[in-house]
């Protein structure tokens, strides 16, 4: 069925920025294009991610990619904080895959490496290296897919299902879980949970706020009184809303939320997906939407 590698897909990309082609099996080169977007009320974020690699064998991968981000503030941050539309290159990455499928559970173990070519300023970068090393976990019964994910990084990562208005550096550990169902070979609904538990010093760059000449420090990511004391309806600003670097305690990226998507599947190289992100420290609602097009694939299908 075609939703089986598409869920496959889905899953692995919706997790961590882990290129869709890790989904092929045999040897060759992949080549990948993954568009996606996030909208809430400090603005939008889409992100163009071009991947490119190649499997050694239907075990082992590697792939390397840049992403270009385009961010554009809300009305309410442009006005408040002076912030423009701004886009521009992320950080250059490399990954590496170890793939086994099992009729009792897939496993994917990714480890990936990001170079700082992001600019600091845009809050694309920290401007220091970063690593994030998952393993992921799914299983097929009958027409719904269950999946789990655990990893430890020093950065936030972004997800299919949420583009943070910041870049993170600091030691944490993400986890994950949920469920896709299958609702013809075309179409498909999921929910997922997640959890990002950092430890130790922790520092955020915003996306949506302009560079200053001094960096804010505080302890947790409610911040009152930080910054531009700007207020989002009835909550606290974050300090990522208000300027432009902070540093603090573990509490500033913490972070735990759900995820509910519809997804659709108009060939095994093709998924689009739309849906509905809850971040609960943040009191973010944000809704999300992506392409991704593994085009290696499709043009073997066009031979």
């Not at 993954?34 to 075990?59: E, M, R, V």
């Not at 789990?148 to 870049?167: C, E, K, M, Q, Y």
């Not at 986890?175 to 013809?184: K, P, Q, T």
């Amino acid at each position: 069925m075609k939703i089986g590698c598409a869920t496959g897909i889905l899953l692995c990309a919706a997790l961590l920025p882990v290129p869709a082609a890790s989904q092929e099996n045999g040897r060759g080169f992949v080549f990948y294009e993954n568009f996606q977007g996030s909208a809430n009320t400090d603005g939008a974020i889409a992100k163009l991610d071009t991947t490119i690699g190649y499997n050694f064998n239907q075990h082992f991968g590697w792939d390397v990619g840049i992403p270009i981000y385009f961010v554009n503030p809300s009305e309410t941050t442009s006005s408040t904080t002076g912030t423009g539309s701004t886009v521009g290159i992320g950080n250059l990455y490399s990954a590496l895959r170890l793939r086994y499928p099992n009729p009792t559970v897939n496993f994917l173990s990714v480890f990936t490496v990001t170079a700082p070519t992001g600019d600091r300023e845009k809050g694309l970068s920290t401007g220091h290296a970063t690593f994030d090393w998952t393993n992921y976990f799914n299983r097929t019964l009958y027409s719904t897919t269950l999946f789990a994910n655990i990893g430890i990084a020093n950065t936030v990562s972004d997800t299919n299902f949420f583009l943070r208005p910041f870049t993170s550096k600091g030691f944490l550990g993400h986890f994950g879980g949920g469920a896709e169902l299958s609702l013809n070979s075309y179409t498909g609904i999921g929910a997922s949970a997640y959890a990002i538990v950092p430890s130790g010093e922790q520092t955020l760059v915003s996306r949506v706020v302009p560079a200053p000449s001094s960096t804010n420090s505080v302890g947790s990511p409610m911040g009152r009184g930080v910054g531009l004391g700007l207020r989002r309806g009835n909550r606290e600003p974050q300090p990522f809303e208000t300027v432009s670097e902070t540093t603090g305690a573990s509490d500033l990226a913490k972070d735990h939320g759900f995820s509910l998507w519809v997804s659709a599947y108009p060939s095994s190289a093709i998924n689009l997906y739309i849906g509905y992100n809850r971040s609960v420290p943040y009191a973010f609602n944000t809704v999300f939407f992506g392409a991704g097009f593994n085009l290696g694939s499709l043009a073997r299908q066009l031979r």
